[in-house]
């Protein structure tokens, strides 16, 4: 008797954290995740594609999910893929696109000559807290608002790793991830890489959490680097020459532009006392 007692207790207790009764000490959705993905979809900002496929909503374990979340297979219009394919809200999308647009392309081309046309996915959505720590804050990875990446590949086939590149590759490749991480510091409100913890060695973290009531702190760690651009290129000395065109033919070009689009930053700041970093 006391056997089907202790049995019967232990699997309510396991029905009623699946259920979402006490799952994670109890957390609850908070409402601005369902305002801002509504404010986002109605906005336009992420719509339906080939590579951008609406899927069911994910309700569930407990607290976690969204309602409305993409499979993203491709961002950038479809020309930088997503591998695996990352399950993800629409503000996490939209933002995604925009700094990959903005920020990663642009530095591909002035640092490599071409673009990135696959980045790897290490982790979308995923119900668990934060580093997978006992008792921790739920991850912003169970609420679709988080991707984790590990790596860029460029059309030339080269990859460019965060775990390899960020201390031991080539100054160009260094001079990338660190505008890359620096970028990403303007646009997402969590953004952790190399050197801020022990958990983030191998990946960069980016995710939409709020800081603040307003939504308006953000966390970068390490501090974001600015590396320097690259070296415009040298003109060839003017010469007389006949009256002949020589202008290189422009289809196709895919060199450096030797520029980068200037980018907004973001408001860096110290965390709060009781934070814990996410992964």
Known sequence: MRFRFAHGFVLGCVAAALSGCGFFGGEEREPWRGKVEAACLAAKLVTPTDFTRPIDEIDGPGVCGLEHPFRIYAVADGSVGVQPAARLGCPMTAVLNDWMVR????????????????????????CRTRNNKRGAKLSEHG?????????????DGREISIARDWRG??????????????????????????GSDAHHENHLHLD????????????CRPTPVMPELPPEPQLAPQVDEPAVSYAPETKGFDGPT?????????????PPADWQTDE
């Open 208 to 219: 939409l959490a709020r800081h603040d009531p307003e939504g308006r702190r953000a966390y």
């Open 103 to 126: 920020t990663v392309q642009p530095a591909a081309q002035a640092r490599f000559g071409v673009a990135v046309v696959e980045i790897k996915n290490a982790a979308s959505f995923g």
């Open 258 to 270: 030797g520029s980068i689009a200037q980018r907004r930053r973001g408001d860096v700041s110290e």
């Open 169 to 194: 590759g080539t100054p160009e490749a260094q001079a990338f991830l660190r505008e890359a991480h620096a970028g990403a510091c303007g646009a997402f409100k969590t953004v952790l890489g190399p």
């Open 143 to 155: 609420f679709g608002n988080a991707l984790d990446i590990s790596a860029f590949i460029l059309a």
